[in-house]
């Protein structure tokens, strides 16, 4: 399979990271053109990657800019505490984002709850602009009276195409160029490449929302070309392909036989020789005539997206308004 | 009391029957400038009230235009054969509705459903578009395909400016500039002047949307002149004010008595007397300082709610799109 | 209106501090064989109140025992910061209770939800059972390794008859016949006397829940004499009477009348002499053939709900552990 | 790999079809003591099973009784008029078994809704509940005026044992002991060995409901020797472990190869000679140290669920009570 068909299956996660170990995956050492650095600290462990050049976003398949992602392997284990540590740290996180790309302190945010309130994996965003603080039309109405610390705050859940029969990307432009605020962030709900990774994982993002990510058809995306301001993304995996599943699980089984000191050859014949993107090709060809390739999420989908809509909203909350105290985020959110 | 007071009072209804009803109460003739008829068929009342010049607005303090009413005593008694009935007249007088303010069987529709998904007596408008079938993407996407019998029709719930920072008008402003429909419809709910009009009672008008109507607190309208292209609203009445329950129950009860040849002078003092917003003013004197003035809705707000967004979705579908049969317009919705 | 009439009437608050104040107002002087004793602070007024005696209990119309009233007129409010300083009210209160009438530490409880999911003010108690600490399966599964400071604590939401067939006091006592609890808590939405006390009051009574008490229509009680144990039931008004409005804003005006030294029998007529309860037979006379004596709820019942349900939850979790700390107790619900 | 490991595994599915799939796949002839037969028609394909002696039980693994099972692989489409002929068909089939079985037309029904409300793949029990049409309190209250062709039914979801602290079959005993049914009919979301079944398909069993079975951890089963009556289970599976995906598609995919006349050992090597449960344990043995091995549901729960308790509530609705139209039963339900 050639390194162009891999970057076409590539396009196929929407996070990043999952992206450069794709990549890497095929190559096995360091890409040109793309920066990582990655801290863990008390089962929070935070990558920063950076997409540096057109050589760098060509082998990982991604757009160049900034991402950050923090992945919480216990989150899903509904642990009060460790949300807290969570919300804390995407607020601090987020907020040295902000400071990178050169947001300024007073910039004037609508935060985009992109998503569908009546599909459970697909609420995060509408969930988490119900949790936000905004504060805009205080600005509007008695600019005077807003205490010092806090910033233009608004927030909409635009809705999905199927029950708008609109993009969600025009809803977005045309509340833009109406309200003008002086940055976009999109809250949406992903497709992973990983189990694993549904409902642990957040990742931000200064590339816009491309046509056809996220768990909805989108086909016009949401980027600094189309409304004309810069647009942060933060993402949340929480659905997965039933191939991909049984894709990585295969994977796992290799990498398992071989730390056994298995003979991968002998136990998984020419599936052995397969690689990844032919094998999940292959996996996708058997489950799609019988209508088995779902998108899939976990059983407790419904706790999950309100323990992590409510950590996003706290973070946002704290790393947008000096005034809320990043130490105790959760205090501000319902 | 003068004139002017009652016209500044009576602008607390937002239903045109119930400001004419108070105008006659006042005078007791008919009003010139306000033409209306009115028909019953099988326990649905129909109004039609055009509001033809400058002194019949005044008269009643409600805008020039047309207003069609539809009340059903019996809606709440939740029988599902009625609110069949009742979805199919509301497709047959707002078809007509349509015709007469001249609006083609072509021309774009956005649908706004007003009000905040979270309290249940302000969800009609969410409701009424999670129900409404949408086309306009199949038009744009692929209109050779869209089978005849439909036009485009959108939806939206912008939500409201506690929740998103931004008025709701300003919304809907920035997303009909940018998908260009021909005529917006609005959904709202409404506070009526009467407890029994309370979710038995559908309001179609031609004079939009104006500051301070509907539940929530509304500053800017949807107007005609701010949105560019006609909108015709249609609003149910779901709270009422506890003031308003206690002053039109004190003028039931002068009635009753007098209906009974009482002599209401002597059973009700001073009180017999009183003009109708001089006594809503003293009832409101007396709850306001106890905080007790409360906006209040019936316990069974829930399913009255669901009930009422199905008989206006089912009733928008048949009318808008010809080939939806107006005879079995419930099939069509959720 | 002989007595008699009145304490048939009395029935109709499901509150004794409702029903002693109505019986004052008859009388105007001190109950024998009611004891009450009110303290307020920072805004939450506790009255306990003893009935001790038949003498008294006629006079009033409720049953011999306890009843702790807990009054927080800012409660609507949203207060975040006076919800918690309730929720410890509750629990220090509640745990007072359980001493008063003898409940042990280790006195295995059963938290019956009474009420209706599907409509919001009456699903009071199947919130609360969704929010409180369940540790019966526990101590039942492995109750060695059950921590000190826990009892055995089990909840149960039997649904409505309209929706099960069953009456719910039938349903509990299946419970508790095969799972043998030593005292029942009941949790209940009620009907209100007066406007200003819906979500705003929680009653606390050792008297059961008896036949017609509380929103729906219950047929046969839940009490001591039925289930075999104790039952303390937790009563909060989130209805109240559009009748019940009228006839207590008609007393209202005449105090505020009186206050201003006016003549209320110049101004109100007969209606001044009438007794309370002439009067509200009277406004139900009127409003009954229109169907309009509708229980209402005030618009914000969903938050009002959730934030009543919640302070119940946490009072109870802090009460009826000793390991739970009841100076914090919001922390332990969700 | 023994038989008996693979009987200890097959107890793995909750369905008897897939219990006597796996037990083929491991002999490939008919099974002693067990009698299948399957029609198909429109879409809709039935089978039912009996377990006529302890040699068939101890084959599939499975109960000695009756089991019908119907699948709709088209169902997860959102086809209304295919939902519709499928509550029709659920509703006949339910009726010939309850004939077969020997449940008279006067026997009096306790419907229990198994699962928890707030977990969406595990409600379906809680919502059939919802819809199904209760009479019972009418034969108690009212027994001369039930119009003839109506049955006592009564319905109640007793909760899980994580929110109540006592098991569902404790909860359900004490209601028998105490409402005397004749017949349980128990409502239950299980756990499939194949994807393709998830939401489309339905098992009805004469064989009560086992320890483990089902998505909660029940410890105690629900059958006629606790409960002392006939208990009919009616189950849909709505969740699958990730590992059973993997097993399946990789089953597939070797079916896959040799349909096309592909050398499975050369291209699957040693995993070619697995057997499934082998192959299942070492995925099991792959996913589980991560934590991966999660109970999944397709994205669009939300909605699935709703119209299969739709379809399971009019079925029952039509087949328990002659008056309705076993023809038109979807509009007897909500």
Same mark, same amino acid.
């Given at each position: 399979m050639s390194k162009l068909d891999l970057q076409q299956y590539s396009v @196929?996660?929407? &996070?990043a990271l999952e992206a450069k170990e794709i990549a890497e995956a095929g190559g096995g050492k360091p890409i040109p053109g793309v920066q990582a650095q990655t801290d863990e600290e008390d089962g929070i462990i935070v990558t920063k990657l950076q997409v540096e050049n057109e050589q760098g976003a060509r082998a990982i398949g991604k757009m160049i800019g900034n991402y950050v992602t923090i992945e919480v392997p #216990? &989150? @899903?284990? #509904?642990d009060t505490e460790l949300q807290n540590r969570v919300a804390t740290k995407v607020s601090q996180e987020f907020e040295a984002f902000l400071e990178r790309i050169g947001v300024g302190r007073t910039a004037k945010i609508l935060i985009v709850g992109l #998503? $569908?309130? $009546?599909v459970t994996p697909d609420a995060l965003g509408p969930l988490v602009v119900e949790n936000v603080m905004v504060t805009r039309h205080y600005f509007e109405l008695m600019p005077d009276q807003v205490a010092p610390g806090y910033r233009s705050v608004s927030a909409v859940a635009p809705g999905v195409m199927g029950t708008t029969g609109i993009e969600s990307s025009e809803i977005v432009q045309g509340i833009v160029e109406r309200t003008k605020p002086d940055v976009v962030i999109a809250i949406d709900a992903l497709a992973s490449?990983? &189990?694993? @990774?549904v409902n642990t994982t957040i990742q931000i993002a200064d590339t816009g929302i491309h046509p056809g990510s996220g768990i909805g058809n989108k086909r016009r995306g949401l980027t600094k070309e189309i409304l004309g301001i810069p647009i942060i993304a933060i993402g949340v995996p929480t659905v997965v392909y039933a191939s991909t599943i049984v894709n990585n699980t295969m994977e796992m089984m290799q990498r398992h036989i071989q730390s056994h000191n298995g003979d991968t050859d002998k136990i998984f014949g020419m599936m052995n020789q397969m690689e990844d993107n032919e094998r999940l090709r292959f996996v996708k060809e058997v489950l799609a005539p019988l209508g088995h390739d779902l998108l899939v999420t976990p059983k407790e989908i419904d706790q999950f997206i309100e323990d992590i809509a409510n950590i996003i909203a706290s973070g946002l909350n704290a790393s947008l308004h000096e005034a809320i105290d990043s130490n105790n985020v959760a205090a501000y959110t319902h």
């Open positions: @196929r996660t929407d &996070l #216990g &989150l @899903r284990s #509904g #998503g $569908n309130w $009546n490449k990983a &189990l694993e @990774r």
